[in-house]
T-cell receptor, first 110, second 117 residues
Framework: GQSLEQPSEVTAVEGAIVQINCTYQ??????LSWYQQHDGGAPTFLSY????GLEETGRFSSFLSRSDSYGYLLLQELQMKDSASYFC???????????FGTGTRLLVSP | KAGVTQTPRYLIKTRGQQVTLSCSPI?????VSWYQQTPGQGLQFLFE???????NKGNFPGRFSGRQFSNSRSEMNVSTLELGDSALYLC????????????????FGPGTRLTVL
């Protein structure tokens, strides 16, 4: 099976940089994704790492290291609207289903 | 292009009843996945349908079932409701079956909040 562990909560101030880690145990997967979910809202897709390394999309970057079974989401120039829950997810090569991490609640304060 | 829609948005049922939730994917999307979200368990995969066929199933009891219609709309049904079934049920659509997707992008609906009393 698969398991993806994330810190339950991270706090930061506006303008800061924050890193949300995701460590996983899975026998095989295609790539690591990140989703954002605001309270009361639907998860929205942020990024995908199919290969090891860094992917950058505006203020957000995501990193994957398969050898370390580890990935992270980096949020720069934090804004209040970034307060949300963030989930990492993998699609396993066996059952093909998307498995989500435990989720990290990010609280951005003024 | 309209997003994923789910109906109803809120539902209150009592133990032992059954419930049917509906999901309309983004136009052109043929894959629909269902998830259960609870504070304790996070986002748990229920099943995925593509071209009216169930392609994947999560670790949920047989009380949870679903189907997909020829227009890609999907329904999920929960029979003999239990208190623990109280959750946000999310539907997500994508263009292709997740096993053929180049990334893991799915488009989620707003969810149906089910409360079982």
């Amino acid at each position: 099976g698969q398991s993806l562990e994330q810190p339950s909560e991270v706090t930061a101030v506006e303008g800061a940089i924050v890193q949300i880690n995701c460590t996983y145990q899975t026998s095989g997967f295609y790539g690591l994704s990140w989703y954002q979910q605001h309270d009361g809202g639907a998860p929205t897709f942020l990024s995908y790492n199919g290969l090891d390394g860094l992917e950058e999309t505006g203020r957000f970057s995501s990193f994957l290291s398969r050898s370390d079974s580890y990935g992270y989401l980096l949020l720069q120039e934090l804004q209040m609207k970034d307060s949300a829950s963030y989930f990492c997810a993998v699609r396993d090569t066996g059952f093909q289903k998307l498995v989500f991490g435990t989720g990290t609640r990010l609280l951005v304060s003024p | 292009k309209a997003g994923v829609t789910q109906t109803p948005r809120y539902l209150i049922k009592t133990r032992g009843q059954q419930v049917t939730l509906s999901c309309s994917p983004i136009s052109g999307h043929r894959s629909v996945s269902w998830y259960q979200q609870t504070p304790g368990q996070g986002l748990q995969f229920l099943f995925e349908y593509f071209s009216e066929t169930q392609r994947n199933k999560g670790n949920f009891p047989g009380r949870f079932s679903g189907r997909q219609f020829s227009n890609s709309r999907s329904e999920m049904n929960v029979s003999t409701l239990e208190l623990g079934d109280s959750a946000l049920y999310l539907c997500a659509s994508s263009l292709v079956f997740s096993g053929r997707a180049s990334n893991n992008e799915q488009f989620f609906g707003p969810g149906t909040r089910l409360t079982v009393l």
